[in-house]
């Protein structure tokens, strides 16, 4: 029988487009100088907007037929989209705040063909409903365990946890660097926002523009806002990291990995273990000072992979390995390293450019004598320095390696990412050889994955090491191209 979302989430829809209603209604409200016929319009809009509400809710079911999910809309054209059982990779649960106080959740169903979008999706169902979906959704592609009937055994999805993450953890946040722009975010938006209502509030473009000019004319305080920016990002960049990573769990049910994370918005993701084929453990520069390191499953069929994927948060680097080999499986054997040439490519690359950088200063500064060209020159000479260490550093995070049962490759400083991945799960190879490369003698030999970013990278090795590192991990594939003594 078809059934329908909550009625509750008609207190939930209005209000979410009451954002898309605000300038509507403030511009009705100022070009009718607040007279009461401009709050009759007004009062009018929001009324159209309550009543489109519960007609997008009246017109909209959900039922599963046989093998299949149906969903029908028929507001003013009618739309069925059935998905059967069998495509369905996913399903993830989210508790946005006024779900969460209603007793809702959202349901996202995904079957890995709609890149980063969710086939569909159930807006406004209870809690009880949305566990029992996904346990009928998912019951087609869970791996069957081995279990002993037991009669005390209570009825019920099995769990097991994995992981859950302590709270002291997520003092790692700002070291990963992805929320400490943070508060220049939300500069830029109240910028935003101040050009966009300039208008209604009575701003002129001339006043942006005369304010623009003040700023400029007081450098100090200019400088002042940018200093208090800055000394803000670990702070807001990690209270952002903390409430997106809250209380983070990793556990398996039923065959599927299951991550829950979230304080505002409680998200629940089911990545199918059976389509897991390996895992990629990312830290960066700063992370990798404090052995920190986060998780990201590579999985087949997974749409909007960087999200959905993510295991683990930062975590020491030990747990990290422990948590992989433990939910995914483990991998035994050493990284070898790739040839010298390789460590001079990655210092030129460092540290060149900023020597042309300061020959065409010290140019500059011969025939000007400007003081900029020696600050410029000064500058470049110590990102040259800098890029000693950190090319260095590049080359030592190269690395590749092949245990038997699954092959691994890094890559990467100020972002270094080691992917470990299944033998089963590549399907073919790619060698890539620029102008320069054939010059130094090494190559980039990638494996395609059907998973995760669709291919990962050995850079630089030498030509030998990348024709012997694929007859290594198939040489059924590699057999008939290569010549007698050759292996």
Do not use: C
């Amino acid at each position: 029988m078809p059934q329908r979302l909550s009625p509750k989430v008609l207190l939930i829809d209005p209000v979410r487009m009451l954002p898309s209603l605000l300038l509507p209604l403030a511009g009705v409200l100022f070009v009718g100088d607040f007279s009461p016929r401009s709050y009759a319009y007004a009062a009018v809009g929001v009324f159209a907007a309550v009543v489109f509400a519960i007609i997008r809710w009246a017109t909209f079911t959900y039922v599963i037929v046989g093998d299949s999910l149906e969903t029908r809309r028929s507001l003013i054209s009618r739309s069925v989209r059935t998905i059967p059982l069998e495509r369905i990779r996913g399903v993830d649960l989210s508790t946005p705040p006024m779900h969460r106080l209603l007793g809702l959740t959202v349901l996202k169903i995904d079957t890995g063909a709609g890149g980063g979008e969710e086939e569909a999706k159930l807006a406004g169902i209870s809690l009880e409903e949305a566990e029992r979906l996904k346990s009928v959704l998912l019951r087609r592609t869970a791996e069957p365990e081995p279990h002993v009937p037991d009669a005390a055994t209570p009825a019920g999805p099995r769990e097991r946890p994995i992981m859950s993450v302590p709270r002291k953890w997520l003092l790692y946040g700002p070291l990963s660097g992805a929320y400490l722009l943070t508060p220049f975010a939300f500069a830029g938006g109240a910028v935003g926002l101040a050009f966009q209502w300039g208008d209604d509030l009575g701003l002129s473009q001339d006043d942006a523009l005369s304010a623009g000019e003040w700023l400029w004319e007081h450098p100090y305080l200019l400088l002042g806002v940018a200093a208090l920016l800055v000394l803000a990002m670990p702070i807001a960049g990690g209270l952002m990291y903390a409430i997106f990573n809250w209380n983070f769990v990793l556990k398996r049910r039923d065959g599927y990995l299951v991550a829950e994370r979230g304080l505002i918005n409680r998200r629940s993701v089911s990545l199918e273990s059976q389509r897991v084929r390996g895992y990629e453990i990312v830290d960066g520069l700063a992370e990798r000072w404090a052995k920190v390191a986060r998780v990201w499953a590579i999985v087949t069929g997974l749409g909007d992979s960087e999200t959905r994927g993510q295991l683990l948060p930062g975590v020491p680097r030990e747990i990290a390995f422990q948590v992989t080999r433990d939910a995914i499986g483990p991998y035994g054997a050493a990284l070898r390293p790739h040839p010298p040439v390789a460590r001079q490519r990655r210092l030129f690359r460092a540290i060149f450019p900023w020597l042309v950088l300061a020959a065409a200063s010290v140019l500059g500064l011969w025939v000007t004598g400007s003081v900029f060209w020696w600050v410029l020159l000064v500058l470049a000479l110590l990102l040259a320095a800098v890029g000693v260490p950190l090319g260095l550093d590049r080359y030592a995070s190269l690395g590749h390696g092949y245990d038997g049962a699954r092959l691994a490759v890094r890559s990467g400083s100020l972002r270094r990412a080691q992917a470990v991945v299944e033998r089963r799960a590549v399907v073919g190879w790619r060698l890539r050889q620029t102008w320069f490369q054939r010059r130094a003698g090494v190559l980039t030999l990638i494996a395609g994955v059907g998973a995760g970013q669709g291919g990962y990278s050995a850079i630089d090795v030498s030509e030998a090491q990348g024709v012997d590192f694929a007859a290594e991990v198939t040489p059924e594939w590699l057999a008939p191209f290569l010549e007698p003594g050759e292996s």
